[in-house]
């Protein structure tokens, strides 16, 4: 009789051990991205392209478009994201 208990008991597990039923709850997997945004000169674009910035087109034009675009970069680390040399301003 113990023997059939184990065995019945033995076909309520998983494969990894658990009983059906009494598995633990599964997190929702986290996923970080970090995002960078740079607004870039017309001129300039192709440069940040070549380094994996994104530029689109805006919806609604403004005054600022007129100088360059919001460009955005998307990274997986904390990091600095790459930006072709920009002269220093003083």
Known sequence: MAEAAQASQAKKKTP????????????????????????VDHHRIEEWKALGWKFREPNTPTR????????EYIS???????????????
């Open 76 to 90: 997986d680390r904390d990091e600095e994201p790459p930006t072709p040399n920009m002269p220093v301003l003083r």
């Open 16 to 39: 990894c051990g658990f009983l059906r039923g009494r598995q633990p709850k599964q997190r929702p997997r986290q996923i970080v991205t970090y995002k960078f945004v740079a607004m």
């Open 64 to 71: 600022h478009d007129e100088y360059g675009l919001v460009g």
